[in-house]
């Protein structure tokens, strides 16, 4: 696909989350918060789902949390607009609970199809749900600001911001987990290119899933999506 045609795939990608209602939230929602960057995008955050803002507006970490993360970006050179964000769930979990796991199977074609359309190089998840995607059971206190290789991709699993303005203390981590990501994203390209061991770039190498996390270009649009992906 050219880069048009990714664009243009990926706008429709966002029209389809804003009336789906393959799951119960949609029945709460105000405005349902597909992402938003270009496709182009080598670095994709994801977070949990929208929030108050989010779901009043229509667009992801609008709130607390995204100024948080807006001034994570600039600390290192990166504007909003230079980066992918989206999340496990497209609509607000009312009053804010935890995504449930049905709601987010249901939600989960979206991400990969986002994935497969991006293609990012870096994944930073921000909390725990995103997390769990890649590495589950992992303790983000433990593993936070890692690099972990999933094929080709950089995984980051990250505090979430909403979680660093709960507990200030996690705050200086967050920080220091963003401005150690262009070194991480250095060395994970010297790993794929077979010029530094992962060990010694201190990278952890994922198995590869058995489902392809990107099929073919062939398979996009096949229909396969909800069974396809890892976790
Ligand atoms: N928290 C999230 O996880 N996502 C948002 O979009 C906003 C806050
Ligand atoms: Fe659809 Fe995802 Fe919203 Fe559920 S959370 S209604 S699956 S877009």
């Not at 303790?139 to 890692?146: D, E, F, L, S």
Request: with cysteine; net charge neutral; proline share 9%.
């Amino acid at each position: 696909m050219t880069p048009e045609e990714r664009a243009a795939a990926l706008q429709a990608l966002e029209a389809e989350v804003r009336n789906c209602t393959r799951c119960r939230l949609c029945e709460t929602r105000t405005h349902a918060v597909p992402g938003e960057g270009p496709v182009t995008a080598t670095i994709m955050f994801i977070g949990e789902g929208p929030g108050f803002n989010e779901d009043r507006q229509g667009r992801p970490f609008v709130g607390a949390a995204g100024r948080l993360l807006t001034e994570l970006l600039m600390r290192i050179g990166l504007l909003r607009e230079d980066v992918y964000i989206t999340n496990v769930v497209k609509c607000r979990p009312p009053n804010n609970r935890d995504p449930q796991p049905d709601e987010i199977r249901a939600c989960k074609p979206y991400l990969v199809r986002q994935l497969r359309l991006i293609d990012p190089e870096v994944i930073i998840t921000l909390g725990r749900f995103a997390m769990e995607r890649w590495i589950p059971n992992a303790r983000i206190t433990k593993v936070h600001g890692q690099g972990f290789l999933y094929g080709h991709r950089l995984i980051v699993p990250m505090f979430h911001p909403a979680a660093a303005l709960h507990k200030p203390h996690w705050r200086p981590q967050l920080e220091e987990d963003f401005d150690r990501l262009p070194a991480l994203i250095d060395r994970a390209r010297l790993v794929r290119s077979g010029q530094m061991s992962a060990t010694e770039a201190g990278i952890t190498l994922l198995k590869p899933p058995s489902t392809p996390e990107e099929p073919t270009q062939l398979d996009l649009f096949g229909g396969s999506s909800s069974s396809g992906g890892n976790g």
